[in-house]
């Protein structure tokens, strides 16, 4: 059965509930430490988020990808700024970036608003 990004996000969603009641600090401390890293400055919100799922690629993480790319389709990301990111993933993490680099193209896709 092919996952859904919405689906891994909605159960991802979920289960944080969890951690926000039953470890109310951790997850006060990375709320924060969020906000503050993706705030933009130098880089832009964008460009943040596009670094955030490259690292999310590379690390072969499912959340982090439909996550991510949710916030990028928020964001405006054009299809173009999506490819050149993967590609980068690609060339610094070989083959099982590349399977992942797709998982975010199909994430992309069942995320994207249709036409």
Do not use: N, W
Not at 16 to 36: C, S, V, W
Not at 49 to 56: D, N, P, R, V
Not at 84 to 106: K, Q, S
């Amino acid at each position: 059965m092919s996952k859904s990004f919405v689906q891994i996000t909605s159960d991802i969603s979920r289960a944080l509930e969890t951690l926000r009641a039953e470890a109310p600090e951790t997850m006060q401390g990375f709320g924060a430490m969020a906000k503050a890293s993706m705030k933009a400055g130098a880089l832009s919100a964008l460009d943040k988020e596009l670094i955030a799922l490259a690292i999310g690629v590379t690390a072969r993480c499912d959340g982090c990808i439909g996550f991510h790319v949710k916030a990028l389709i928020r964001l405006g990301v054009t299809r173009e700024q999506l490819m050149e990111t993967l590609a980068i993933c690609t060339y610094m993490g070989g083959g099982p970036a590349l399977m992942y680099a797709a998982e975010a193209i199909r994430a992309f896709e069942e995320m994207s608003p249709k036409a």
